[in-house]
T-cell receptor, first 113, second 114 residues
Framework: EAQVTQNPRYLITVTGKKLTVTCSQN?????MSWYRQDPGLGLRQIYY???????DKGDVPEGYKVSRKEKRNFPLILESPSPNQTSLYFC????????????FGPGTRLTVL | DAKTTQPTSMDCAEGRAANLPCNHS???????VYWYRQIHSQGPQYIIH???NNETNEMASLIITEDRKSSTLILPHATLRDTAVYYC???????????????FGKGTLLTVNP
């Protein structure tokens, strides 16, 4: 089944404790992206990647890092999480073609205390 | 990307067609109309997209006006599981990293009633 998976689905952590949220897709998509969703603010893009070793900042990259060492994986790293990073996070992937649709993962609900 | 305007909420009876409107009066020639939906806190789900012509797939139909300034998403036989927030998004379809970003507005909360 074609899908985007994220782990963990739920995470409660404390300020400053480094964490990684994994994202993997099995559709051989070139493009991958991370979004966060907060009440009243909609989805905002954090980082995106056009292909292996090619990443770029989205609208709200501060406090996050990403890497794209393999085509299928695009982990989101919070080196020193803070309470304002409490949010619902979505990973998405898309083929690089005209009008290509994006496929979203199930989401990771992160709480930073 | 062009801005879109959607009603905040709509109701529909189960089994009836749900027609969700979207205005995008500033759309430019190379921008596509996309529809996604999000069932409570789940990942957004792609529904359909189009450029000029009307489109249909197994989920829905997309009707785009001739001047492309508005569109309507049609769910032909709404079920309770179609209750969700529906987002109309306009974005460029050509290549370029930032062009793949999806900007979700507030969307339309569609409630399908038994």
């Amino acid at each position: 089944e074609a899908q985007v998976t994220q782990n963990p689905r739920y995470l409660i952590t404390v300020t400053g404790k480094k964490l990684t949220v994994t994202c993997s897709q099995n559709m051989n998509h070139e493009y991958m992206s991370w979004y966060r969703q907060d009440p009243g603010l909609g989805l905002r893009q954090i980082y995106y990647s056009m292909n292996v070793e090619v990443t770029d900042k989205g609208d709200v990259p501060e406090g996050y890092k990403v890497s794209r060492k393999e085509k299928r994986n695009f982990p989101l790293i919070l080196e020193s999480p803070s309470p304002n990073q409490t949010s619902l996070y979505f990973c998405a992937s898309s083929p690089l073609r005209l009008g290509g649709e994006q496929f979203f993962g199930p989401g990771t609900r992160l709480t930073v205390l | 990307d062009a801005k879109t305007t959607q009603p905040t909420s709509m109701d529909c009876a189960e089994g009836r067609a749900a027609n969700l409107p979207c205005n995008h009066s500033t759309i430019s020639g190379n921008e596509y109309v996309y529809w996604y939906r999000q069932i409570h806190s789940q990942g957004p789900q792609y529904i359909i997209h189009g450029l000029k012509n009307n489109e249909t797939n197994e989920m829905a139909s997309l009707i785009i006006t001739e001047d492309r300034k508005s569109s309507t998403l049609i769910l032909p036989h709404a079920t309770l599981r179609d209750t969700a927030v529906y987002y109309c998004i306009v974005r460029r379809g050509d290549s370029g990293g930032s062009n793949y970003k999806l900007t979700f507005g507030k969307g339309t909360l569609l409630t399908v009633n038994p």
